[in-house]
């Protein structure tokens, strides 16, 4: 069993970048197929602390083009997953990207509770500084508590998250 270490850095401007990075390259194989290319996850918060990995929601009108995209995505390196559990959320894994920061990608129809979650959680951050430290610090604060520990890091944060999402009535 691989154990993963839990790595929370601070805030990192090159996050940016990276994200644009994989953007491009998600843009010139997916074309019109994607309606729009979102950065999520703690990375898109200027001065967040985050797991130095890039988050990515594809966002496409609908599932009838989803076997489209999926076809485009693996003349890039993109292996199709599932939904791993989570509706409205259709994750790939890569091989090959060596060349780009490692990111988690997936692919939302427009109308995915999953990816109105992931904006409205993003967007929130991005307007309550607040919230930006708070968050930091917990995050910092789980990943020394359980370094080797994924799942309890998880379950660390997790109080915070639901709090902001009953705040913003999700």
Not at 3 to 32: N, R
Not at 40 to 52: F, I, M, N, Y
Not at 146 to 151: A, R
Not at 159 to 164: A, H, Q, R, V
Request: net charge negative.
């Amino acid at each position: 069993m691989v154990t993963k270490h839990v790595v929370v850095l601070p805030y990192d401007e090159k996050w940016k970048q990276d994200f644009l990075m994989i953007k491009d390259e998600l843009t010139s194989a997916l074309g019109q197929l994607a309606m729009r290319i979102e950065h999520v996850g703690s990375t898109s918060v200027e001065g967040l602390s985050a797991k130095p990995i890039i988050d990515i929601d594809v966002v496409i009108l609908d599932y009838t083009v989803f076997e489209e995209v999926v076809s485009a995505l693996g003349t890039i390196g993109y292996q199709y997953e599932g939904d791993l559990g989570i509706a409205g959320r259709e994750a790939f894994k890569y091989d090959g990207k060596d060349h780009l920061r490692k990111h988690h990608l997936y692919v939302c129809p427009s109308n995915s509770q999953e990816l109105k979650r992931h904006i409205a959680f993003r967007d929130y951050l991005r307007t309550h500084s607040g919230a930006v430290r708070e968050y930091s610090r917990i995050k910092e604060e789980g990943a020394r508590i359980y370094p080797y520990d994924m799942d309890k890091y998880i379950e660390h944060k997790t109080p915070f998250i639901e709090k902001i999402y009953k705040e913003i009535g999700m």
